[in-house]
């Protein structure tokens, strides 16, 4: 029977991975994605010169739980608005076998 800590750890797992957790709770990752979002502004996959759109999420092409070299590498993230990166998180929710 598991320990009400080890459920608060699944609990976890299922939402966000404490790796993960662990990462975006450090002030190196906060300077790296302000220093981002300052020098890029625009979603990179929706903003055009007609329409521009802000971007607000960080987002690694390759996740850090497979390669956590590449978590502060700025050509592994993209900055996204929050519409461009919640399709992101879904897709990458349902993808399998990765
Ligand atoms: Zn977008």
Avoid at 11 to 16: A, I, S
Avoid at 76 to 87: D, F
Wanted: hydrophobic share 30%.
């Amino acid at each position: 029977m598991p320990t009400p800590a080890a459920r608060h750890t699944d609990y976890n797992r299922n939402r966000r991975d404490p790796v993960l957790l662990e990462l975006y709770g450090t002030s190196r990752w906060k300077r790296f994605r302000s220093r981002i979002r300052a020098e890029r502004i625009l979603c990179e996959r929706c903003s055009t010169r007609e329409r521009p759109v802000v971007g607000v999420e960080v987002h690694h092409k390759i996740d850090p739980r497979v390669n956590m070299e590449l978590a502060f590498e700025e050509t592994n993230v993209e900055l996204l608005c929050k519409s461009c990166h919640s399709s992101e998180t879904a897709k990458n929710a349902t993808r399998r076998g990765q």
